[in-house]
């Protein structure tokens, strides 16, 4: 069986693949929450030491005579060797009397704060004001250019981190995904072949001790215990169908003899003939039981082959056509030239057959049956179609079971396993079997793939 692609559909669906993404997110938080915190503590610690120096200028200026405070400032200009760039000293009118910075409008006395660049200010600028005795302000400033590049490598560290880790989390979802999904790849092929009929399969188990091998060793165990009771089951159905049939075939015999003898009275004739008929239906019975446990054990494989399907279909309609003709029921068959499938072609034969059978028995007196074959992409189908009273959505699934009728069968004569017997056919190719309505009537749609 070929294995299923993997598909980025299928990745992005597993669990293994949104945890990941969920860690990257959380770890991706993690960072930017990290560097905000180095941020902000950086940046505190940076004004905090400003302000301390800022502070410590102001009180040092205060201390000077009121009257060598332009000339101190206009020195402290030459020497900025206290790290400090900015002085001014502004009258009470808001006029500048000594330094390099304009009176700034918004200053706060008292208590440092952050100044853009512009407006008389060269570059970002945390400013203290402070009023000296005389009544002027004196504005010290500390270039903050630092703190301000600080804040903008951490933009830039915080955008080239998450474009870096976006693609990491991403590839590291997609590569932790494919090992799981591929072993989940295996146990649906194991299922499958499960589901198909081989109770001998089972699902693989790496020996990891995993989730996965457990789901495993739990399905194994089961399947070994349901393929243990099916055994014992059909083992017992088929000795009852073997053993029985021979003493029921010479009974049979016994009362065709009996019939036959000269001088038979007309009523025990009556009889006999209707014993016979009963023994009948019950050989028929095991020999499709037979047949079932025949094909269910796959032992028809070796005949597989290129079967042509326009001459099968035609072989069906002729087989067929006179007993649609003796209820008035126009037997009516598509082509398709060049229509193959692979599989045993007695064994299509027969399924076609019972399929067909069943749509003669159901259909109306003066009705209509078609058989049709079309092509797909990767399939061909073979379609019967009738206008007889169909089988409910709830039965279809049913009626595939050995000895189930539908609730429509009525009188109909049959054993209830003509459609088991297409079912088992069906497995053993691998085909799909499918009921449908036709409004009214069935469509019976086998699938066979390419």
Do not use: W
Not at 116 to 141: D, H, N, Q, Y
Not at 235 to 240: E, F, G, M, P, W
Not at 376 to 390: L, Q
Request: aromatic content about 4%; overall charge neutral; glycine content about 10%.
């Amino acid at each position: 069986m070929p294995s299923d692609p993997l598909r980025l559909r299928d990745i992005r669906n597993t669990s293994t693949f949104r945890l990941t993404l969920l860690l990257g997110l959380v770890f991706a938080a993690g960072v930017v929450a990290l560097l905000g915190l180095i941020y902000g503590l950086s940046a505190r610690e940076l004004n905090a030491r400003s302000d301390r120096i800022l502070r410590l200028e102001a009180a040092r200026l205060l201390s000077v005579p009121v009257a060598a405070l332009p000339d101190t400032i206009r020195a402290e200009i030459v020497r900025s060797e206290s790290g400090l760039n900015y002085f001014a000293l502004v009258s009470r009118d808001g006029e500048r009397i000594a330094g390099n910075i304009r009176p700034v409008a918004g200053a706060i006395l008292d208590r440092p704060r952050d100044l853009p660049a512009g407006a008389g200010l060269p570059g970002p600028v945390r400013l203290l004001a402070v009023r000296a005795s005389s009544g002027e302000t004196v504005l010290i400033g500390r270039d903050i250019s630092p703190v301000v590049d600080l804040r903008r490598r951490v933009f830039e560290i915080l955008v080239a981190s998450g474009l870096g880790i976006a693609p990491m989390i991403l590839i590291a979802g997609i590569a932790l995904s494919i090992p799981p999904l591929r072993r989940v790849r295996d146990l649906r092929r194991a299922s499958r072949e499960i589901a198909a009929g081989d109770l001998d399969a089972r699902m693989p188990i790496l020996g990891r001790g995993d989730e996965l091998d457990l789901f495993a060793g739990t399905v194994n165990a089961m399947v070994e215990e349901v393929g243990r009771v099916v055994a014992q089951v059909k083992s017992v159905t088929d000795a009852i169908a073997h053993d029985l049939r021979t003493p029921l075939t010479r009974v049979r015999s016994q009362l065709y003899r009996a019939r036959q003898l000269p001088g038979i009275d007309p009523a025990l004739a009556a009889r006999v003939e209707a014993a016979t008929g009963d023994l009948d239906a019950v050989l028929e019975r095991f020999a499709a039981l037979l047949r079932i446990s025949e094909l269910e054990a796959g032992s028809r494989r070796a005949g597989f082959g290129t079967v042509l399907l326009d001459p099968l279909i035609a072989g069906v309609c002729d087989l067929y056509e006179p007993l649609a003709e003796e209820r008035a029921i126009a037997l009516m068959a598509g082509s398709l030239p060049g229509a193959v499938v692979h599989g045993d072609e007695k064994l299509l034969f027969e399924a076609i057959s019972n399929l067909v059978d069943n749509a003669i028995k159901f259909a109306p007196a003066g009705g209509r049956i078609e058989i049709a074959l079309s092509r797909a992409a990767r399939e061909t189908c073979i379609t019967i179609r009738d206008d007889g009273p169909g089988i409910p959505v709830d039965q279809r699934a049913a009626v595939l079971r050995r000895f189930h009728r539908g609730s429509d069968a009525g009188d109909t004569p049959g054993s209830g396993l003509g459609l088991s017997v297409v079912a088992a056919i069906m497995h053993l190719h691998q085909f799909a079997l499918e009921f449908d309505d036709a409004g009214p009537g069935l469509v019976a749609r086998i699938r066979c793939p390419a």
